[in-house]
């Protein structure tokens, strides 16, 4: 294997003794020190998500983590091309096989987030609910980009569909979490790794 890698003869050689029996010791413990770095990385970094996870149901009164995350936001070009944006994060990690844009059929040539937000969500939800395998999974929590208007639309839209799952919305500053029918938002402690979640999830 290593001939044809290198496209010509490869000769192995095991040391006994001298600087270069001590070069491949000290390989060798570099090696075992760099897996055990890598191992301790992957142990913290799962760690941090089921965190993530655990701190945002417990700040949202889910039932349990919400290992599949949906979170959906408008865009235009110059008051004009509306699009519909989904982006997923499953057990803490943003999946980008997942994504989805949705072109905007219903807009009166006039900007309005609260019925394109609705009309997305209607779509996604029926597509769902007909078994289209694109939408087949439904989320365990649903995020809307914006605060207590497009909450409103996606309650409407649950309404419509007939598909009730949680939800909230991101408002743009300070990723407060709006819940419908709670006065006050939900403010993540600005160390907790349910923040950093949420701000990762807006961010893509």
């Known amino acids: 294997w290593l001939r044809q890698k290198r496209g010509s003869k490869v000769e192995i050689s095991v040391p006994v003794r001298g600087d270069k029996k001590r070069l491949v010791e000290m390989a060798t413990e570099n090696a075992s020190h760099a897996m055990e770095r890598i191992r301790a990385e ?25 290992k599949r995350i949906e979170c959906y936001d408008i ?17 803490g990690e943003m999946n980008k096989s997942e994504y989805r844009r ?8 006039k900007p309005d ?15 769902g609910k007909a078994g289209n395998p694109k939408f087949s999974q439904m989320p365990d929590l ?3 980009d914006g605060g207590k208007g497009q909450v409103s639309s996606a309650e409407a839209a649950m309404a419509e569909t007939g598909v009730s ?3 909230c919305g991101l408002a743009k500053r300070f990723e407060l979490l709006i819940l419908p029918n709670e006065p006050d938002p939900v403010a993540l402690p600005r160390t907790s790794q349910a923040l950093y979640l949420v701000q990762r999830i807006r961010d893509e």
């Open 42 to 66: 992957m142990r913290s970094k799962l760690g941090n998500r089921e965190r993530a996870l655990n701190e945002l149901a417990d700040a949202l009164g889910l039932e349990g983590p919400p």
């Open 75 to 91: 865009s235009n070009f110059q008051g004009d091309h509306f699009v519909g944006s989904l982006v997923v994060c499953e057990n």
């Open 102 to 109: 949705f072109k905007i059929k219903y807009h009166d040539n």
């Open 113 to 127: 987030d609260f019925a394109m937000i609705k009309e997305v969500l209607v779509r996604r939800l029926e597509e």
């Open 142 to 144: 649903i995020i809307v």
């Open 165 to 167: 799952l949680p939800f």
